[in-house]
């Protein structure tokens, strides 16, 4: 009876499982190049459809609630990001991009708002943070190859319970720890992150990141996340994705990943004073902080 038992209980995690391989990394380099031997494929504009909510608190403390919407994602290494939110009836209700310059967020129509950043300047002193860091949603969507290093140190590897982790310290140019990053892996091939998470010196969690369901994209591509759900806690902000469809799209044109210098609402230039770039740009009707 015990064997019957065991038996029982092994069948349903064999069919759960399939015939994916387990093997464990020996080091963290090994498991870092598992990770970006798969990402590293994304070599050509990828294309997601998806469904999407959101929720955020903006600089001045208001929370905007964006429900499920259909949306569209695409994507090109390394940092080139158009992400809109499509109302059935009312077209792109909200949209977060980037390219090698800028960072961008508009919604619509409940502020008008487009709030506009350049990533020379993020992390100055006097810019304004917006409530989903740029930086962070691509690393959430884990599309992008992991750093060998960070702050000049390589992550090491970390087994907890039955998960891998590659762990990063994020340390200040004298030394001192800011936070850290932590990166679960999965236990079966083709070993990719399940969850990173952010973490600030005292352990408080910035942001985590979950994903789930891989599937390759075509027949023989990367494996990519078909489900999301990323939060900032500290920021009451919290970004749902399910992947309907992926597929590349390289007859994607790069004006696809242009800010948009023709926005008629009002702008928030998000770089502090020393950061006068983009007010060519942007001049007419923009505030900065």
Known sequence: MPRL?????LVPLFFLVGCRAFDPPENS???LRRVNDNLSQIDRPLYYTVWVSCCFRDADGKMHHVPVQDGRLAYNQPQSLLFNMVHSLEGTVAQFGSNNDHYWLWVEPETRTLWVGSWDCLGQRYTRQLAIPPH?????????PLPELMSGDPPRLEKRGWHYW???DRRAPDGTLLGQREVKLDRFEPYQPLAIIDKLADGQVWMHARTERHRTVGKEG?????HYVIDWPIDDAELRIDVLKARFRPDLPEEVFDSPTTWNGHIEILDGPLCGELWD???EGATSP
Do not use: H, N, W
């Open 5 to 9: 038992k065991i038996g029982l209980i």
């Open 281 to 283: 740009q942007f001049s």
């Open 222 to 226: 990367p494996c990519t996340p078909r």
């Open 166 to 168: 590659l762990v990063y």
């Open 136 to 144: 962070e949603l691509l690393d959430a969507l884990m599309l992008r």
């Open 29 to 31: 380099a090994m498991a």
